[in-house]
């Protein structure tokens, strides 16, 4: 089966989504930041500390073209790559890309204040600027948005009647 690809701002819940349709379709969960980390021995913050941004970037570039190659996968990506033009060609080879969105108000909620995100610690307006700006950019690159503002199970619901639709 070809690859589902999850793209979204910080906190939109593709973690937890992926995890769901990973099971629900028996494919196997990829999560980009988790495979960066597992790669450098080191969490993203020091990575962005120690090495910088741009650094951080690069791997996922590296990353994105090799799971490119990749099938049967549920692939979570960290909330920058598909923000990343340069990485579009690779994800649109990957597979099916899926934007999930739960709105500013409840991003805001979920993720200021978070220590284990380096790009949170602007504070909300900063936050908000980011998501502003990202949204076109996930949207080029997705075949779908999914509303993940609701409950898990409604995202979940929402995502499965989109990616019927798809396939
Ligand atoms: C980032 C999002 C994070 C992680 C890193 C940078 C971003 O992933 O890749 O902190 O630029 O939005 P999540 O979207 O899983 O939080």
Known sequence: ???IILCGFMGCGKTTLAK????????????????IVKAEGRPIAEIFY???????????????????????????LGGGLAANEKNHPYLKKAGIVIL???GIEQTLRRITG??????????????????YARL???????????????SRRKTLENAIKVLEELK
Do not use: H, W
């Open 136 to 150: 076109p950019l996930y949207k080029a690159v997705a075949d779908a948005t999914v509303d993940s503002s609701k």
């Open 50 to 76: 120690a090495d910088g941004e741009p650094y951080f970037r690069e791997l996922e570039t590296k990353l994105i073209k090799k799971l490119a190659e990749r099938n049967n996968c549920v692939i979570s």
């Open 100 to 102: 999930l969105d739960c």
């Open 114 to 131: 978070d220590k284990t995100r380096p790009l949170t610690a602007g504070g909300k307006e900063d936050i908000k600027k980011r998501y």
């Open 1 to 3: 089966m070809r690859n």
């Open 20 to 35: 769901s349709l990973a099971q629900n379709y028996g494919m196997e969960l990829i999560d980009t930041d988790e495979e």
